[in-house]
């Protein structure tokens, strides 16, 4: 599929009340407003093309570059690249697309050190939900994600706003990796204590790390049982 095509279906599938959602959300600027819905089915239509998506990011259109996130190739990306369009996100929504495409790439562990360490909340929200990501599926140690507990137990208190959210989830992930680090997710959880974010004009909530990763082994227990 073209470009020019692409962003001809994306803006004939945008919506005044999409836009008006993702605005509550903070996406605001170049926005068609297309629905995940739809995003998705062009996903599947487009499936993986990697010289599109350089181009649908390229355009600067929200909706453009989360498809983009969706059709890119991981075995084609490299740091440059991830650290450009991390450079380009202006909004959660972005972080959490690329933090997902990211967390696929080879050079994934490098990258997500050196976003944690940025002063820029949402590259820094970025390494975190990567951290996340890496946590629920990746190969790494565990001693990697147990050092990781230790510098989010230190720093949440004091970290920007999604930044803390972002901490949050990636304790949240670690926790539910195995049982060593579930025991040592929940003592930090219960040190730190409640994790206070601001969504703004959103239903969006943050999740208690004790609870959350105990109903994520209830559940997984229920299964094992079936």
Not at 35 to 52: E, F, N, P
Not at 194 to 220: F, L, M, N, S, W
Request: charged share 25%; aromatic share 6%; hydrophobic share 45%.
């Amino acid at each position: 599929m073209k470009l020019a095509d692409t962003l001809r279906q994306l803006e004939a599938a945008g919506s005044a009340q999409t836009r008006k959602t993702y605005a509550r959300h903070g996406i605001t600027g170049k926005v068609f407003g297309v629905s995940y819905a739809v995003l998705g089915k062009l996903t599947k239509q487009i499936k993986r093309d990697h010289a599109l998506a350089l181009g649908l990011w390229d355009s600067g259109w929200h909706d453009a570059r989360v498809l983009a996130l969706m059709i890119a190739d991981p075995q084609q990306a490299d740091a440059a690249l991830l650290r450009a369009w991390a450079d380009d996100c202006e909004n959660r929504a972005l972080v959490c697309g690329l933090a997902k495409f990211a967390a696929r790439v080879p050079a994934a562990e490098a990258v997500a050190a050196k976003w944690c360490a940025d002063k820029r909340e949402l590259v820094a929200s970025a390494g975190w939900s990567l951290i996340a990501e890496l946590a629920l599926d990746s190969t790494l140690p565990d001693s990697t994600f147990a050092a990781l507990l230790k510098t989010i137990e230190r720093d949440i208190s004091q970290s920007a706003n999604f930044v803390r959210y972002a901490m949050n989830s990636a304790l949240i992930a670690i926790g539910c990796r195995n049982d060593q680090l579930e025991k040592l997710a929940v003592a930090a959880a219960k040190r730190i204590g409640k994790v206070e974010v601001d969504h703004g004009d959103t239903c969006c909530q943050t999740p208690d790390a004790v609870a959350y990763i105990a109903k994520v082994k209830a559940r997984r227990a229920g299964k094992g049982k079936k």
